[in-house]
C-alpha cells in the first residue's frame, strides 16, 4: 500500500508525546534520545482499517508498529474522551514498549 504523508505541529500531541516519553525515561532510569518513535496521526477509522488491513473496533485509537506510533486525529484533535479527559499522554506510554 502507498500513503501520503504531511509534516505537521501539532501542540497537544507534541506535548502528549514529550510527558510520555518523560515517565518512560522515569520509569526505566534511561535517557531515549536517539531513534525515538515517529508519530502518524490518521485521519478516519476508514483509514485505520486500510493500514491495518481489516476492519477495527472503535476501541482502537492509537498503535504501534516498529519504531511508529499511529494515533487517530480526532483524538489528536481533540484531545479529550467522552468524560473530558486527556487521552494522549496515557497513550503513548503505553505504545513506547517498541
Not at 481489516?54 to 480526532?74: A, C, M, P
Request: a negative charge.
Amino acid at each position: 500500500m502507498i500513503y501520503k504523508t504531511q509534516i505537521v505541529i501539532d501542540p497537544l500531541v507534541e506535548e502528549a508525546y514529550q510527558e510520555g516519553m518523560h515517565e518512560l525515561n522515569e520509569f526505566w532510569g534511561i535517557n531515549w534520545v536517539e531513534n525515538t518513535p515517529d508519530v502518524y496521526i490518521v485521519g478516519s477509522r476508514s483509514e485505520i482499517d486500510q493500514i491495518k488491513g481489516k476492519g477495527t473496533s472503535d476501541q482502537l485509537v492509537g498503535w504501534s508498529k516498529n519504531r511508529n506510533i499511529f494515533v487517530l486525529e480526532y483524538l489528536a484533535k481533540k484531545g479529550k474522551n467522552s468524560l473530558g479527559e486527556i487521552c494522549l499522554c496515557p497513550l503513548f506510554p503505553s505504545e513506547f514498549h517498541i
